[in-house]
């Protein structure tokens, strides 16, 4: 299956099963309008653009299109699902160690924090333990990950300290190594807890959503407060001490801020050079909720967004929008394409009372709750539904035109519309015409 589309002056044609992309002419563009595997010269498609293109420039046009196709770099036979081996040890935790939060934003997947439960934090038992459990389920996979997350996962920041200590000692024990990363809302922190996790998070991950308008609109504090003053200050101090090091400041665009270009420009002006910024999939009955009717709007401002990214690229390569960074030299492998995050299956996440949910999304689904690390139960007929349920979804996503590109994600089939979907795609084609230059 191939897909065709133009992008700032490219005509760009995508094979979705061998993830080949290639910037071709008018005449490959047009044959490829009716071009079958193993046809011949002899259409009268091919006669008619010969009169227009010249008979030999056709001719070479479609011993090209054929050649590609013979490598397997166009019409390319789709993967098997069921010969991939998916199912494998664990290799990453989301550590839910706060359900709490001192915000309350509009659109939070999480129940403003509490996701949908009790306000609690973790124990230091609790982490202690989902470390033992990360370990023993991991076979012999040496490096290991740890999300600290929430919530707001600094209001339990004693128990952060305890725990990253205790992992380290023990990877030490069980040759392991272990990758700490962290989303925080910015709130709280001081000058030690920065140089903390400066100095022990491989990547940390910063929620401000752009204008301090649209920030504090959506991101408010329990007592009804605008948040952007205080935090856009803590992550300046963040970047400035943080070097060389991964970070992101992530952002969130809904229906209040369809021109969300104007919010990455704003946060690039304040001196962030890493840059993420995701549609909030959320309730359609609220005010600021996208819908179907704003994905004329949402294209156009991707395409808005990818200009100007191309043109900040050219003046500072360092400049990075995220989900505009794809490597088309070095890609991910079949494998991890087809698994994705790896939710349920190599990925978990762990609550405040040690219950382990396929992903951060899942928690609170207790159709998927998969055991407790507390007790060091772990159901493998759970994990093996998130394999079969992945594989429905690869099913689903068979004839999409982004496959190549997208990694399927089990809660976005599971409880969310196709809009978020269709938000990808198209996020994707901008995204390609920003790296083929």
């Given at each position: 299956m191939i897909h065709k589309f133009e992008k700032f002056g490219k005509k760009i044609v995508i094979d979705t099963n061998s993830s080949s992309v290639h910037v071709v002419d008018d005449i490959v563009y047009k044959i490829l309008d009716f071009y079958t595997p193993g046809c011949n010269k002899d259409s009268s498609?091919?006669?008619?653009?010969?009169?227009?293109?010249?008979?030999?420039?056709?001719?070479?046009?479609?011993?090209?299109?054929?050649?590609?196709?013979?490598?397997?770099?166009?019409?390319?036979?789709?993967?098997?699902?069921?010969?991939?081996?998916?199912?494998?040890?664990?290799k990453a935790m989301c550590l839910n160690i706060a359900h709490d939060c001192q915000l309350r934003c509009k659109y939070c997947f999480a129940s403003q924090g509490d996701f949908g439960g009790q306000r609690m934090l973790m124990s230091d038992k609790t982490a202690k333990n989902a470390i033992d459990f990360l370990i023993l389920n991991s076979g012999k996979r040496k490096n290991l990950e740890v999300d600290f997350f929430g919530g707001e996962p600094m209001m339990n920041f004693e128990v952060i300290k305890k725990t990253i200590e205790y992992a380290k000692k023990n990877a030490k024990i069980f040759d392991k190594n272990f990758r700490f990363t962290i989303t925080t809302n910015g709130l709280g922190l001081d000058d030690e807890k920065i140089d903390f996790l400066n100095q022990e998070m491989s990547n940390i991950v910063m929620s401000l959503d752009g204008r301090k308008n649209i920030n504090d609109s959506m991101r408010i504090t329990a007592n009804g407060l605008g948040c952007y003053d205080i935090i856009v200050n803590n992550f300046k101090k963040i970047v400035k001490k943080r070097g060389k090091k991964d970070y992101y400041i992530r952002g969130t665009f809904t229906k209040k801020n369809l021109d969300f270009t104007q919010d990455v420009i704003a946060l690039y002006n304040l001196g962030f050079k890493k840059i993420s910024l995701e549609p909030a999939v959320i309730d359609e009955n609220t005010d600021?909720?996208?819908?179907?009717?704003?994905?004329?709007?949402?294209?156009?401002?991707?395409?808005?967004?990818?200009?100007?990214?191309?043109?900040?690229?050219?003046?500072?390569?360092?400049?990075?929008?995220?989900?505009?960074?794809?490597?088309?030299?070095?890609?991910?492998c079949l494998t991890k394409k087809i698994k994705g995050c790896g939710c349920g299956n190599d990925y978990i996440a762990v609550t405040p009372n040690g219950d382990i949910f396929p992903c951060h999304q899942f928690v609170g689904k207790?159709?998927?709750?998969?055991?407790?690390?507390?007790?060091?139960?772990?159901?493998?007929?759970?994990?093996?539904?998130?394999?079969?349920?992945?594989?429905?979804?690869?099913?689903?996503?068979?004839?999409?035109?982004?496959?190549?590109?997208?990694?399927?994600?089990?809660?976005?089939?599971?409880?969310?519309?196709?809009?978020?979907?269709?938000?990808?795609?198209?996020?994707?084609?901008?995204?390609?015409?920003?790296?083929?230059?």
């Open positions: 498609c091919l006669c008619d653009l010969a009169q227009k293109y010249g008979e030999n420039e056709v001719s070479e046009a479609f011993d090209e299109i054929q050649k590609l196709e013979k490598n397997s770099q166009l019409f390319a036979k789709d993967i098997d699902i069921n010969s991939i081996q998916i199912e494998s040890p664990i600021y909720a996208l819908n179907f009717e704003d994905i004329e709007k949402i294209k156009h401002e991707y395409d808005k967004l990818a200009s100007w990214v191309i043109n900040t690229k050219k003046i500072d390569p360092d400049f990075v929008f995220f989900h505009f960074n794809i490597n088309l030299e070095n890609s991910p207790t159709e998927f709750l998969m055991g407790n690390v507390n007790n060091n139960l772990f159901s493998k007929n759970i994990k093996s539904k998130c394999i079969k349920n992945l594989q429905n979804t690869l099913k689903l996503c068979k004839n999409c035109t982004a496959k190549a590109f997208c990694s399927p994600c089990l809660a976005r089939s599971e409880f969310t519309s196709k809009l978020g979907c269709i938000i990808s795609r198209y996020r994707i084609e901008s995204a390609l015409g920003t790296v083929i230059l």
